[in-house]
């Protein structure tokens, strides 16, 4: 069967990589064949090496407030956050259906991973009760649903790091338990086979730590020790898939009491990129340069990403306010803003980047 009848198949591939990601869950819905075209691992690499892919970044962001004195809407146990989507290039804004029982907001802290075309949401604290969650839902771009994955094992976390090798792997580390102990543990997921696997303690704890992938690697950066609560370190340590270990710590990764929310992985000699009094450093070798100054409108960042040569910096002049964003070229040092509606206005507590 031709994919679209009177149409060699080799020229209807060339038509499904053209359709706007926006347009998959329909495309899907309409016909099997289609529907499997667009599963494949080749249509994804078809898609980007063709020149048609796209950049969305997926946001944990809080429903505004009217009354527009803080950046997100209030309730008697706090913030409701939702998925919401930006396409970069475009400005665009949209939001994304919430996963099954979860119509009255998403988990507090929850942790957003990407893995090829589809969004991985992990854990959190449930918005009323507080308690921590182990659960993982996974969100597919092409299909436009829903689907319930393993629930992440060992004793519940919150505030751990969490990155991915933006392909299949997830990796899951530090954080604390329900009696405040911060954890070396780590874990890692498989998004294709929905297994989880653990991986070997990190040499130290980390809580509210950040991960990043980098150059085949998993680093964890900064956090603080059950004894130390909130006095953030700055050394990192980095797990290697290939070898299936942590390297020796590096010290003095961040200066003393730097909390490393903002760390992001770096573009070409750069190894990261952070927002830090005022201005976006770069890692390069063992020191940091500056690159620019922060613009005034994002003064305090709430969350920061990187896409194709760009950093995305989404933040507000003060603590509460509403949420700004602006694209940093990273070689000229050039900034541009990006319009954010004011329904799309409230605090970014998480983030992910993918290119579908």
């Not at 962001?61 to 989507?85: E, I, M, N, W």
């Not at 505030?159 to 792997?169: I, K």
Request: negative net charge; contains cysteine.
């Amino acid at each position: 069967m031709e994919l679209i009848p009177g149409l060699p198949d080799d020229v209807a591939r060339e038509c499904l990589i053209r359709i706007p990601y926006g347009g998959f869950s329909t495309v899907a819905a309409t016909c099997k064949a289609w529907k499997s075209e667009l599963e494949l691992p080749r249509f994804r690499s078809r898609r980007k090496s063709a020149g048609h892919s796209q950049t969305v970044v997926v946001m944990a962001q809080a429903v505004p407030d009217p009354s527009r004195k803080t950046g997100f809407s209030k309730l008697s146990h706090g913030p409701v956050y939702r998925l919401t989507t930006l396409e970069p290039l475009s400005g665009s804004w949209d939001e994304l259906p919430p996963p099954p029982g979860f119509s009255g907001g998403f988990p507090m802290f929850c942790q957003l991973a990407a893995a090829g075309s589809d969004l991985v949401l992990i854990g959190g604290l449930d918005p009323v009760s507080w308690e921590a969650s182990g659960s993982v839902y996974v969100y597919s771009f092409m299909t436009g649903a829903w689907r319930r994955g393993a629930d992440m094992p060992g004793a519940r976390r919150s505030f751990f790091g969490c990155a991915s090798d933006g392909d299949r792997l997830v990796v899951v580390a530090g954080g604390h338990d329900g009696e405040k102990n911060a954890l070396r543990s780590a874990l890692a997921y498989h998004v294709g086979r929905d297994q989880w696997l653990p991986l070997p303690d990190m040499a130290r704890e980390r809580d509210e730590c950040k991960a990043v992938f980098r150059r085949g690697k998993f680093r964890v950066v900064g956090g603080y020790g059950t004894e130390m609560q909130g006095n953030f370190e700055g050394s990192s340590e980095e797990f290697d898939p290939a070898a299936w270990r942590w390297g020796p710590v590096r010290e003095d990764l961040l200066a003393a009491g730097t909390c490393p929310t903002t760390c992001v992985d770096g573009e070409g000699d750069d190894d990261l990129y952070m927002c830090r009094d005022g201005e976006v450093l770069a890692l390069r070798g063992p020191a940091w340069r500056p690159v620019a100054k922060v613009p005034a409108d994002v003064d305090s960042p709430a969350h920061v990403t990187k896409w194709q040569g760009k950093l995305l910096v989404i933040g507000s002049p003060r603590s509460g306010g509403a949420q700004k964003v602006y694209a940093l070229d990273t070689s000229s040092a050039h900034w541009i803003s990006i319009e954010s509606p004011e329904e799309f206005s409230g605090h970014v507590q998480a983030g992910s980047c993918l290119e579908i």
